[in-house]
């Protein structure tokens, strides 16, 4: 009853408060334009009191762009729901009508061979919130900092509107703030109900922190694999903001954090240290006074990682500006119960505000500072890069066009420069081609940039990590790659993806097929079953004639006979064009069945395939992230649907309906019940893919069998969650991410597309899958247990050498894939992702094979 009460009276006073809001949130700010509409009087309720809804935010954001002439508006791209992507830009009216000359003058400063005037510049300041969908203080004060910018008539602040720019964008994440925001506001009670255990505060049936697909955004700057991201990266590069606020939440019983973190996680000998040291301490001044004037507490130099650029609070570090994390405790909903008292919302929103106005006074009375850091930074970029042995980088995959151009455009995205190769490069066993491989030189201005996303660093000054230790890129795509120490000479300089067009050779009486090679190879199948087509698949090589010769296909080749089909030829060959430019790949007409060489189009070798019907087991102690990179990969990459069913819903599913079942999770919550109708189900032929911890679940379980004795699942202990300040993740016994080099079974459907046995893996705790009695049963494993990028323990690399990492169990007439580590890390893990979609498609391969 007392703490009712107690909620109540806070409830009034934040109304008061709030009702008041030049006096709570704009005390002592100075006088105010009263033409500029208020925050309250647009959105209907005091600010702090409900959370305000992003789709209302954004036209809050219009209005203000059409009311004042200190700001203007950009929509800077669309989110996977349909949400817009914008930024307020606000300075002063002068400098509004010399934007773009402004923006132009500024882009001197990452040229290094530029002459310019730094006095004439206008320093950038980018304040971003709620990248963390749940981490709800951000969007709401961004919605009153912009207010106060643009209504302010306080001398101060006009004067240094006139000296900056500052863009101001509400929510990072549009699609997972507007989930939560959903959720909280649903849950929302008159008076607040206080208790960290009522609903409001809890999480709902989707996790909030991420986005429509349940990525966690702030760890994808550098792989770039949600449209958010690109789309933000892009924006990113058309400003170079000399200082960028990250704004995000933490556990309720936390203050307030801001940077410098601690020096071990700058360490990087990538970024100066002036960056960390001066940067930094610039902003922690200014910070401090503003929390100080209203007696909020915080701390600094605690937590969080500088380590790579990953985050958006560390890629400005490697664009020549100042990216710094501010942390508050979170209230997840408007009022919460915390060991120092009752937390309100408004407070927080207040905090954000506040040091989002210190981060103006700072850019401006320190401009000279930030503006001279980032023309010198990008010139030492390239002194840097001087000092490689390596000097250049040579990428690119004749046979995976579509891999080749992803991986061309994430580059292209981060403004690095690239050009055409113009005559075959060969180093090792490697051999690159005209016309499908680039060459990048490491001297260029993005250099720190290009080595992040190439990293092979192991080596550290302090073995102690927030998070992976590493985050190189091109080892998660899979795609063909030299470190060039001698010159190679450069073609012209790309600037977009080149545009090409998938075909068909010509119409064929007889049959069509096509080569596995290509990543996007597998929406072609999907497209031309998903239509009724039957398809095949070779599991030898074959040379046969087709209209443009003998040619020459490996296992996994895809076979469309013309004839056994329920659609007509000429209907067939309408299909299979629209299959081949949907993924951008080339089908080849076979005009007969009696190969050259190796298997004819009739053996028992080449199988027919089942239309995949996948499903995945949500909630329960599964994983939300890998769900979301699954359903990722399969339904936004490939185009094949995924049923997401709630772990509770799944003693009433029918299993039949689907081929293939995946599980991420402990697996704890199932019934025995359901455990034996899923054992039935894979015994009947059904192909089940468990990853990470469901992988050992599946094998304690003994669903999986069919292992060697002294082979047993090992404990995934050392995947704590534990805070870091609590307990920082280090050396001996644990692994927080590393990239080690592995070996690939080509022998096996699951390794249908690849022509090479090397392969990477990633590595994030020492959880090792047991070994199969038959050698075929290893798809994957370790070949090394010293990393290529990140770190592990000496102690521990003689235990990761020959982990199995993906490994098969036949049970009945199907199977059941086990991945010890997550197929598809953070989504930009591209290359284990096709081994998880060869088994979607081939899964039936693997209990029955083919007659030879």
Known sequence: MKKNIAALFILLATFAQASAQDKYYFEGQGKLNPDIPTPEAFFGFPIGTSLVRYDKVVEYFHLLADKSDRATLEVFGISYEDREQIALIISSPANLKNLESIRREHLTLVDPNASLDISKQKVILQLSYNVHGGEIAGTDAAVVTAYYLIASEEPDIVNRLD??????????????????????NSFHSWPPVSDPADREHAAGITPHRGNHFWNDLNRDWLPLSQVESRNRVAYYHKWYPNVYLDYHEMGSESSYYFEPSPPHTWSTHTVPESNYTVLNGILANYFSKALNSIGSLYFTKESFTNLSPVYGSTYPDYQGGVGTTLEVGSTAGVLIETEAGLRPFSRNIKDNFLTGIASLRASTDEKAVFLNYQKDFFKSALATADKLADKYIVFG???????????????????????????????GDKKFEVGSAYVIPYRQPQYRILNSIFEER????????????????????????????????????????????GSVSSRSDYAYVFEYLDYLAPKALYYLQDKGVKARVAQSPFKSKTDEGEKSFLPGTIVVPVHYQTVSPDELYKLVTEAAALANIRINSVVDGFSLSGIDLGSNNIRVLKKPSIAALTGGGANWTNIGELWLLLGNTHNIPLSKIDVQSAARIDLSRYTSLILSGSGSTFTPEFVARLTAWVEAGGTLIATGQAAQWAVTSKLATGFRPDSTASS??????????????????????AILPAGLNLSSPLAYGFTSRDFYTIKSSTFELPRPFSPDGVILETTSGEPVNGYVAPTLQAKLKNNPVVVVSNRGRGSIVLFGESPTFRSYWLAPGRILTNAVFFGNLLASPGRY
Do not use: C
């Open 397 to 427: 995959s004749k046979a995976d066009k579509s891999l080749t151009d992803a991986f061309l455009n994430l580059l292209l995205i981060h403004n690095i420069e690239v050009y055409e190769l113009p005559a075959t490069f060969s180093q």
């Open 163 to 184: 000296e900056a720019v500052v863009l101001v964008e509400p929510s990072q994440n549009p699609d997972g703030r507007e989930r939560a925001t959903n959720y909280m």
């Open 716 to 737: 995934h202990s050392d995947r704590s969650e534990e805070p870091y300040a609590a307990s920082a993740r280090t050396t001996t016994g644990r692994l927080t991410g």
């Open 458 to 501: 192991t080596q550290f000054d302090d073995p102690t990590f927030y998070d992976t230790s590493a985050w190189s890129i091109i080892h998660g795509f899979g795609l063909p790659f030299a470190k060039v120490k001698a010159a190679v000479r450069e073609g012209a300089r790309v600037t977009q993806v080149p545009a090409t067009k």
